[in-house]
């Protein structure tokens, strides 16, 4: 079974698939901060599209083509940090959870089983952030990974494509 979880920053997408691979033993998370698109690719058409700011081509043949063949695969980690990619060995579970912002992009949309949204209230998504990056960190959310998440979400509605939508309140 292959589960997206989709939604805005700070909506608990991550904690979410924590719970879900705590409570499955035979379950794997795939990660779509693994799949941000490098400085190299940044090109202002790429960024002026929505979800062009994840490398969802890459994710596409690195890992969700590969999981129908029920045998290891390895794809590669993409670090922010670092600007390099690390080969990571990947087992497909009974259980495949696919989480993170452009989970749910329209290139890869239709290979899930169930997709799942998080909303969150805007003053509740700040004080995460804040509390999660900083000061300094929520100004870039705010100034720019929020808007260009915000155009993905509302361009494709995401929400709209899910079977379930949880909302963050507290």
Known sequence: MLVAIDGRCASGKTTLASHLHRMFPDSIVFHMDDFFLPPSMRTKERLNTPGGNVHYERFLYEVLKQLPNNAPFTYNKYSCMTNSLTAVQAYPATLNIIEGAYCMHPTLVDFYDVKIF????????????????GEEGF????DRWIPLEEKYLSHYKIDEKADFVLSAHA
């Open 118 to 133: 998080l909303d969150i209230l805007p003053s509740l998504q700040q004080s995460r952030l804040i509390k999660r990056e």
């Open 139 to 142: 100004i870039a959310f705010k």
